[in-house]
């Protein structure tokens, strides 16, 4: 037997007398690497897609931002443009303010002379 493993290690089959003679251990190998290439495969696939999922969801936020800042710069002008009214309209209420006093007596005095006037002949 020795004589028999010597010979057949110098021809590469030392391990064919070792195992028996069927093939399952090949097979599962194969099958081994082929659920790995498998997996491996799949792998990439779902990563390839992660990778276009993420581009597009980046796109999406680009998109969003672009219409969002341009929002913002017609809401900006929008707000000078209201600030300014808003300049004008207190600049005129405080003339209103300041001129109602003298008004309101004039008024006054205008409908005191009115009724006076109303009332004075009637007697």
Request: include cysteine; hydrophobic fraction near 40%; charged fraction near 25%.
């Amino acid at each position: 037997m020795w004589s028999q493993c010597q010979r057949s290690a110098r021809t590469g089959t030392f391990l064919s007398l070792l195992l028996p003679r069927f093939e399952p251990l090949p097979q599962l190998l194969q099958s081994k690497l082929g659920q790995r290439q498998q997996r491996m495969i799949k792998n990439r696939e779902s990563a390839s897609l992660s990778r276009k999922k993420k581009k597009d969801y980046l796109l999406s936020l680009e998109a969003r931002l672009k219409v969002a800042l341009s929002e913002n710069e017609e809401l900006k002008s929008e707000n000078g443009t209201l600030k300014k009214q808003l300049e004008g309209l207190l600049s005129e209420n405080t003339v209103l303010k300041v001129t109602a006093p003298k008004r309101r007596a004039v008024c006054l005095m205008v409908v005191l002379v009115f009724v006076m006037l109303n009332i004075g002949p009637m007697r």
